[in-house]
């Protein structure tokens, strides 16, 4: 079993469109939670880090369900340019402090 | 930009040679990280460094990787007698590093490495 694992999509949604991403993780142990954007040949960026009581950044809000393991982002109002591949990334924090990425879910915003 | 340049950009190189892929982050950032993404797989850990100590090679493939850091900034990543499956883009990542459990990490542009 992978530990983060993600629906690979692809995920087709009109401009405008509300769409969430789901992650689990199977490590109990993480601290640290990521949303990370990777456009096509390009490194991956961060979007957002993702905390216990949720957040919010502009069109996007991180929730985190450490009970059930579980990331998810949602995208308000889509725009063609949010069309890349969104990976869930975990880490346990101290120690081993490496990041543990998810395979990703490709989006593609069509006008 | 994210604050950390690699080099080179791309890199081909035939089966059997040694290759060295360098990450130089902007100053101050104790953390340094490498990581490889293979075509059509997920980022994969490499090596961890806080400063110019690496407590963390657990993600190293095999000994013919290795890297160093000096001077607490600069870092490079060589393989010995490159093979077919080493080729993949090498990303290296600066860490907000310090106390706490959040480690935000903020990538290069990677080295695209081909072996034939």
């Known amino acids: 079993r992978k530990e983060v694992e993600q629906d690979p999509g692809p995920f087709n949604v009109p401009e405008g469109a509300t769409v969430a991403f789901n992650c689990t993780y199977s490590n109990s142990a993480s601290q640290s939670f990521f949303w990370y954007r990777q456009d096509c040949r390009k490194e991956p960026k961060l979007l957002m880090s993702?905390?216990?009581s949720g957040n919010e950044d502009g069109r996007f809000t991180a929730q985190l369900n450490r009970a059930s393991q579980y990331i998810s982002l949602l995208i308000r109002d889509s725009k063609l340019s949010d069309s890349a591949t969104y990976l869930c990334v975990v880490s346990t924090g101290t120690g081993r402090r490496a990041l543990t990425f998810g395979s990703g879910t490709r989006l593609q915003v069509q006008p | 930009g994210a604050g950390v340049s690699q080099s080179p950009s791309n890199k081909v190189t035939e089966k059997g040679k040694d290759v060295e892929l360098r990450c130089d982050p902007i100053?101050?950032?104790?953390?340094l990280y490498w990581y490889r993404q293979s075509l059509g797989q997920g980022l994969e850990f490499l090596i961890y460094?806080?400063?110019?100590?690496?407590?963390?090679k657990s993600g190293l493939p095999s000994d013919r990787f290795s890297a160093e850091r000096t001077g607490g900034s600069v870092s490079t990543l060589t393989i010995q007698r490159t093979q077919q499956e080493d080729s993949a883009v090498y990303l290296c990542?600066?860490?907000?590093?310090?106390?706490?459990?959040?480690?935000?990490?903020?990538f290069g542009p990677g080295t695209r490495l081909t072996v034939l």
């Open positions: 100053s101050g950032h104790t953390a």
């Open positions: 993702v905390y216990s």
């Open positions: 460094f806080q400063g110019n100590s690496a407590p963390d």
């Open positions: 990542a600066r860490g907000t590093g310090g106390g706490g459990s959040y480690n935000e990490q903020f």
